[in-house]
């Protein structure tokens, strides 16, 4: 079954697009009842990476789940993308839905995107969960650093031109030889058709743009984020962790007041596609924590 994209769908959601901010987003919402949570793609990803946990949140919560600009089917962003970009239309995002505060839940290179909207617009984030991220000034530049077991794939799309020279036409090989394998401990968790579907976007022409802005971001803008840090988040934080151990919650813990964790032993970088059920299972008990505060 597809939606009008041409992309892949899952039963009980809605494909929708929004004009916002000069571009356009597309975005998936399930569930009539409950508080709203907006869960946040990272690389390389879409929204489909939640394909699992949406309608397990989905009973108890309305649950919306963007393409950010530059991802999926949102449209292709410029060469000159950034995380300032990301974050301003996601809030708009957050905004149009009018749906009220939300459970913001971000991963991996979305972390400074939906931080930047935990700190920049408090009035629209009931709380924040950062799934396997870390923050620029915080120590997530390292992450990059090859000498010192970083990904040779930061530096790649960071690098001006550089992606479309070396990925365009070899995004199945980079996804299911590479980006998949070298992260995920679950060999079943992404399947062929799963494979299929992040093909089909990453081979969009510019596909890659949104990345290569929110890497080239993550490696410059460590100043301003710590500015942005320098007034403790009083938002509940739920910092998830699963291949990158202590990291996530140790950053997080240096930027907001109030901070959970939760560690999925045993998987990898994609825990929602790795472990949904686990996943879900903490979420929606730190939604519900902060839900029965209101």
Known sequence: MHPATGGATVPGVEHHHARLNGTELHYISAGTNGSPVVLVHGFPETWWVFRKLIPLLSERHRVFVPDLRGFGDSAVATTVHDSATAAQDLSELIERLDAGPVHLTGQDVSGPTTFRVTATRPDLVRSYAAIETGLPGF??????????????????LAAP??????????????????????????????????????????????????????????????????????????????????????????????????????????IGHYTAMEAPDRLADGLLSFYEKIDNLK
Not at 139 to 156: K, P, Q, S, Y
Not at 212 to 225: F, K, N, V
Request: with cysteine; hydrophobic share 45%.
């Open 139 to 156: 120590g997530v530049e390292r992450l990059a650093d090859v000498a010192h077991g970083g990904a040779w794939h930061i530096g790649v």
């Open 161 to 266: 031109g550089i992606p479309d020279m070396l990925l365009a036409g070899r995004e199945r090989a980079f996804l299911a030889e590479y980006a998949i394998p070298s992260l995920c401990v679950a060999p079943s968790a992404f399947t062929d058709d799963d494979i299929d579907e992040l093909v089909r976007s990453y081979a969009r022409p510019g596909a890659f743009n949104g990345a290569a802005g929110l890497y080239r971001s993550m490696l410059r803008e460590g100043d301003e984020i710590r500015r942005l840090a320098s007034r403790k988040l009083t938002t509940p934080v739920l910092a998830v962790s699963g291949r990158s151990g202590e990291f996530t919650p140790a950053t997080l813990r240096q930027v907001a007041e109030d901070v959970s964790a939760l560690s999925l032993d045993g």
